[in-house]
């Protein structure tokens, strides 16, 4: 019975996921919503496709249109012409190739063995893509058919043409693909959680209140933050190639991110770096004595109000970029945080118990916080 227990919660947690899903998808815009409306215009696509091919030109192989139509309705408009050209080149090729060889040998099963083998190598042709694989699908279509001829194999040629015509044209036509919220939201949620653990890393060293334990957590944060980062690089550039050949780009109807993206991926990498190689420092000391280094230091509370300044700069660097924040505040921030990290220089000497390790502790984080000012620097929101 506790596999059935397993079971039904697996269930029960699909079933929630789908439903908070489809409430996001109403509620707004947003992922959930895109992807409604991309499964939407596949159906449509296809149901054009076999409209007119199946139903209104009772075309021989009519099927072919709509099954090209449905699977390049892709999720940008680029990718859709991109990925058309290859599949009709990749369907083309096998159908022509499967068509001679088996009138050929005036036979389908030997024409399979010579034939699907060629195919599916070719699919691997760098030039074809991920659409290689259609090659050994229109060779298997010719070799499976009722009969095979040049006029049948010229028909399924034209009608995956028609096909691929309709459901670009649909992806193209009917509300095209953009996702300029992506990046957005990618790196706030990265600017969220950088300024997070920054903060509760600086409420552990001020309060001396942590272990191995927790310095474990905030470093697994911290590396959870280098993969927010990538995801926001991957989103701009879906972003960016939404936009190509996307007539709403023609039509101004928006605009695509600028070099602000740009930076801010930039300076987001160096948050990630920074905040890692600090939490993996608390991390290592906590394995060792920490009688000399952690938490008594005497740079220990001033750090850690260094990090609750670097927190609230990142937090001002997003606004600047993206919200309402300004430059002049920021400016102000990195100045502050410029003025705290020179004064934990001069207090080095001075804290510094004699012991090397402790020196290198102390040396591997002002470098790193050096370097993360640097990055910081104020910007101009319309850059």
Same mark, same amino acid.
């Given at each position: ?176 693909? /953009? ?184 040396? /591997? ?19």
């Amino acid at each position: 019975m506790h596999w059935f227990h397993t079971a039904a919660r697996a269930v029960r947690g699909q079933l929630k996921g789908g439903a908070l899903a489809a409430h996001r998808a109403w509620s707004g815009p947003g992922r959930e919503r895109d992807l409604l409306v991309q499964a939407v215009k596949a159906a449509l696509a296809a149901f054009l496709a076999w409209l007119a091919a199946g139903w209104w030109l009772q075309a021989p192989v009519a099927f072919v249109a709509p099954w090209v139509a449905i699977v390049l309705v892709e999720s940008t408009v680029y990718r859709s012409i991109a990925h058309g050209l290859q599949q009709l080149a990749a369907i083309a090729t096998g159908t022509v190739v499967a068509t001679a060889v088996a009138l050929a040998l005036n036979s389908t099963l030997p024409a399979m063995a010579v034939v699907l083998p060629a195919t599916v190598l070719l699919g691997n042709w760098r030039r074809l893509g991920s659409q290689g694989i259609y090659a050994a699908t229109g060779a298997l279509f010719v070799l499976t058919g009722p009969s095979v001829g040049f006029v049948t194999s010229a028909a399924r040629i034209g009608e995956a043409v028609f096909g691929a015509l309709v459901g670009i044209a649909v992806n193209a036509l009917i509300r095209p693909p /953009t996702y300029l919220r992506s990046p957005r939201a990618a790196l706030h949620d990265a600017a969220e959680e950088a300024r997070s653990v920054m903060e509760d890393v600086a409420d552990g060293l001020d309060g001396a209140d942590w272990d191995a334990a927790r310095a474990g957590e905030w470093h697994e944060r911290a590396l959870h933050l280098s993969r927010l980062v990538d995801q926001a690089r991957s989103a701009l550039g879906w972003s960016r190639e939404s936009l190509r050949v996307n007539p709403r780009r023609r039509a101004r109807a928006v605009a695509g991110p600028g070099s602000a993206y740009d930076d801010a991926v930039t300076v987001f990498d160096y948050v990630a770096v920074h905040t890692a190689g600090v939490t993996r420092t608390v991390l290592e000391t906590a394995g060792e004595d920490r009688t000399l280094s952690w938490p008594g230091a005497p740079l220990a509370r001033p750090y850690a109000a260094f990090l609750r300044q670097t927190a609230e700069a990142v937090r001002l660097y997003s606004e600047a970029r993206f919200g309402d924040g300004s430059a002049e505040e920021l400016g102000k921030a990195v100045q502050g945080l410029r003025d705290t990290l020179g004064e934990l220089r001069r207090r080095l000497p001075d804290a510094a118990t004699g012991d090397p390790e402790d020196l290198a502790t102390y040396g /591997t984080l002002l470098t790193q916080a050096r370097r993360l000012t640097d990055q910081l620097v104020p910007v101009d929101p319309s850059g």
